[in-house]
């Protein structure tokens, strides 16, 4: 049984899913234009919830958090959230058979589970006679905003970063406006807890967005130095829709173009995914899945918890295992190392990173994976194996990052190298060559 609603008249849903945001929420304003109270629903979803191992995940906390604070504003003012822990299917016929439900209103989501489910729902509501509207939100374009004059998916970053912003010039955006009034009013409902979800809070420090503009506008002298407060870290904001995407870019125009061109980037591999959803599981260049890897689950297990005795590695990975959080630069030489110098497939190393990344985003880490193996779409050539000696030389110079991580780099008991990097580059070189010769 859900709560009740004050009475039969007809309302709109807005379901909430990755767009955890009132202020400047392109589908929450199309809701409120339908002429009948809104009210917003959140879906724990048990299919995706009930694949992540571990029970202490900062993701689910994090969108706990942000649920419950729309939840306070909303019932701040009246109205409410209806949070339910189900599948979105069996979800929508409850809330079907409970409430006069006249059409639901969501924003595009690009993954294939998420096009497979809405497409469910969309039947399933049109045959109880509901309307089921979606609009872009989490992306400036979409799908085949950004496409070839022939009408061909890019599958190059240079031309569809230049088709973008020819799109983009001159674009204003006008924020989408909150309506509080159009919610519909009726008594708080209930939220189930972290447990009732399956899930134990970890203590993780929460944050609202904050856009430090001061780092934006000198983004391309520091993005590259892990030690340094160089990026915005607002990956996990963008993830979860905390932060609006129109808004970071039109500051991303007026401040910076190298950091405009990393949410170019984001929206390119999103593209990539929503045309080529097959690199799920294969490699974009389909000849690299013949490469013969050599996966030992011992090496991946030393490079999982930063034991590897490669200072810029170990480092990277202990930060990712401590916080949620790499830095991007180490991102591309942890994910070399073990693709290029151990020969895993790149398919561990993204699912590693999947299940313990706070922003992680499935496009924008498969995209990643693909780009670092040399197995994507406009991805480092094969050769190009990063030397984690050169980077950190380049970009730790006085080893701050490493010896955060590593407190005990340069003393006895930190670990020997496990491989030889020029042996181990050899190695990559000579087994990709085989497959790629074979192409
Ligand atoms: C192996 C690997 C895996 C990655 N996995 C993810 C992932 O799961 N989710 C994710 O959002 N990013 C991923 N990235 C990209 C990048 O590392 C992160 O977006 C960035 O480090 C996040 O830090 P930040 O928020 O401070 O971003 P900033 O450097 O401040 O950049 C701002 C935003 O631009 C976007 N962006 C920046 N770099 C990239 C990039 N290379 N590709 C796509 N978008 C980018 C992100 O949305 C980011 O939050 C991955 C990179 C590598 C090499």
Redesign the pocket.
């Given at each position: 049984m859900l709560p009740q609603i004050p009475n039969e008249s007809p309302i709109s849903i807005f379901w909430f899913r990755r767009d955890l945001r009132l202020a400047d929420n392109a589908g929450l304003h199309h809701a409120f234009r339908s002429g009948n109270p809104v009210l917003p629903v959140f879906i724990f979803d048990k299919n995706i919830l009930g694949k992540l191992e571990d029970k202490e995940d900062r993701r689910v906390e994090f969108i706990y958090h942000f649920i419950k604070k729309i939840k306070k504003a909303l019932e701040d003012e009246g109205s409410t959230l209806l949070v339910l822990h189900d599948e979105p299917e069996l979800a929508f016929e409850k809330i079907i058979a409970e409430y006069n439900i006249q059409s639901v209103y969501t924003n595009h989501d690009y993954e294939p589970y998420s096009i497979e489910r809405d497409e469910k729902i969309r039947k399933f509501l049109i045959e109880k006679g509901v309307a089921f509207h979606t609009f872009k939100d989490q992306v400036v374009f979409e799908r085949f905003e950004v496409i070839k004059p022939a009408g061909e998916a890019y599958t190059i970053f240079t031309p569809y970063s230049k088709t973008w912003k020819y799109k983009f010039h001159g674009r204003s955006f006008t924020e989408y406006k909150l309506e509080m009034d159009e919610f519909l009013i009726t008594d708080p409902m209930p939220l189930p807890t972290m447990e009732d979800i399956g899930f134990k809070a970890t203590g993780l420090k929460i944050e609202d967005p904050v856009i430090r503009e001061d780092i934006i506008k000198t983004y391309h002298q520091t993005?590259d130095y892990p030690a340094q407060e160089g990026?915005?870290?607002?990956?996990v904001h963008?993830?979860f829709g905390t932060l609006s995407i129109r808004k970071l870019v039109k500051l991303a125009a007026k401040l910076n173009e190298t950091?405009l061109n990393?949410?170019i980037?984001?929206e390119f591999?999103m593209s990539i995914l929503y045309h080529h959803p097959r690199i799920v599981t294969e490699s974009f260049k389909v000849q690299y899945d013949r490469i013969q890897w050599l996966n030992n689950p011992e090496d991946f297990k030393l490079w999982c918890e930063g034991q590897t005795g490669i200072p810029l590695v170990d480092a990277g990975m202990r930060e990712l295992n401590a916080t949620g959080h790499m830095?991007?630069r180490v991102?591309?030489v942890a994910?070399s190392f073990l693709t290029k110098n151990l020969l895993i497939d790149w398919r561990w190393g993204e699912a590693y990173?999947a299940a313990k990344?706070l922003?992680?985003?499935l496009a924008?880490?498969n995209?990643?994976?693909q780009w670092?193996s040399g197995t994507g779409c406009d991805a480092a050539p094969y050769f190009r194996v990063f030397n984690p000696e050169t980077q950190q030389e380049k970009f730790d110079p006085e080893f701050k990052y490493i010896k955060q991580w590593i407190p005990e780099y340069g003393t006895k008991n930190y670990i020997k190298p496990m491989v030889d990097l020029e042996e181990s580059r050899e190695r990559c070189l000579a087994t990709y060559q085989k497959t790629v010769g074979l192409a």
């Open positions: 993005r990026s915005t870290k607002l990956g963008l993830r950091f990393e949410l980037w984001r591999f830095h991007n991102r591309m994910a990173f990344l922003d992680y985003e924008s880490n995209g990643n994976w670092a």
